[in-house]
């Protein structure tokens, strides 16, 4: 079985801070990781994926991820927060021995920027 | 067509009635998934759908939900007898081909209210 925790609902920053999102991972087989991003009213967009090789993803709008396994974490970061990445961001997990795309997602954190 | 496109987007109905929900993917995907995203947490998968056929049903939560996918393309969420806890966002996402770890295209979702 596999599951995704991430740490704090609610995550504040001012802008131009360091933004950090924590994501954690349970899973029997070798992972592959998402953060996707939801903007209001809007579809969920892929930001960055793990699936095999090197263990920093970057992503669009300057996101980036590192994949630990011993840590079995993938955190979320981006050196300066700007106002426009207000929004809910979730992290995902796949991998299952179906062998299908089919996603396990977070409970999600709502990041909101501060001018 | 250009992106996931469901509809319609906001359907409210009475305790007990029968709803469908409709979705489009993207032209050419041959895989398709329905999530369903209560308030505050992250999408829970419902199904999925490789070309016409129902690969993975596991997510859906009671025989009062059903799905097809007649022609590969096109597909129909039908919930029987709804209840109030069916309150919820029902997602669709489509991918090119399904296979683990390939981005999913999402729509934006139809927002369900039974009263």
């Known amino acids: 079985a596999q599951s995704v925790t991430q740490l704090g609902s609610h995550v504040s920053v001012s802008e131009g801070a360091l933004v950090l999102l924590r994501c954690n991972y349970s899973s029997s087989v070798p992972p592959y990781l998402f953060w996707y991003v939801q903007y209001p009213n809007q579809g969920l967009q892929l930001l960055l994926k793990y699936t095999t090789g090197a263990t920093l993803v970057k992503g669009i709008n300057g996101f980036e991820a590192e994949f630990k396994k011993s840590e079995t974490s993938f955190h979320l970061t981006k050196p300066s927060a700007h106002m426009s990445d207000a929004a809910e961001y979730f992290c995902?997990?796949?991998?299952?021995?179906?062998?299908?795309?089919?996603?396990?997602f977070g409970q999600g954190t709502t990041l909101q920027v501060k001018p | 067509g250009a992106g996931v496109s469901q509809t319609p987007s906001n359907k409210v109905t009475e305790k007990g009635k029968y709803v469908e929900l409709r979705c489009d993917p993207i032209s050419g995907h041959t895989a398709l998934y329905w999530y369903r995203q209560s308030l505050g947490q992250g999408p829970e998968f419902l199904i999925y759908f490789q070309g016409t056929g129902a690969a993975d049903d596991s997510g859906l939560p009671n025989d009062r939900f059903f799905a097809v996918r007649p022609e590969g393309s096109v597909s129909t969420l039908k919930i029987q007898r709804t209840e109030r806890g069916d309150s919820a966002v029902y997602l669709c996402?489509?991918?090119?081909?399904?296979?683990?770890?390939?981005?999913?295209?999402f729509g934006s979702g139809t927002q369900l209210s039974v009263l």
């Open positions: 996402a489509s991918s090119a081909r399904g296979g683990v770890g390939e981005k999913l295209f």
């Open positions: 995902a997990v796949s991998g299952s021995t179906s062998n299908t795309g089919k996603l396990i």
